[in-house]
């Protein structure tokens, strides 16, 4: 955690520096590149802060190690279904809804029906039949 929050700290300093150059170049007179180069930075500050303040409330984790191996950072990743179809139609239904959003709104509610279904198919894959826990 103290080398994630090394990290965004490196990005928020990095993204500063960044933002006052581009201010300097543009005149301080675009109003949406400096202002979101500023918010942007303060997001990495903030990101900082917050791990900075966890490391120092929890244990030591596996990735500050330096003598650490990778093997002791494993752990159980979930499940995952290769036979499972849900993914599929949602990934279809998705293209569909972002089509609608190009195209017309009508057409992303027509999308979003099948979407909703395929979603809960998905969450409750393991939930029915031979599959269910």
Known sequence: MKTNSGLFGLLGVFVLLVAFIYGFVTGFEELAGFPLLLLTAGLGF?????????????????????????HQQAGNYGEFAPWSWWPLGLGFSSA?????????????????IPAIFFVTGWVLEYNRKRYAH
């Open 46 to 70: 903030m990101l900082w802060f917050y791990l900075r303040l966890t490391a120092k409330h929890s244990e030591v984790m596996d990735s500050d190690n330096p003598e650490g191996e990778i």
């Open 96 to 112: 569909f809804v972002f089509f609608g959003m190009a195209y017309d709104w009508w057409v992303v509610f027509i999308g979003a």
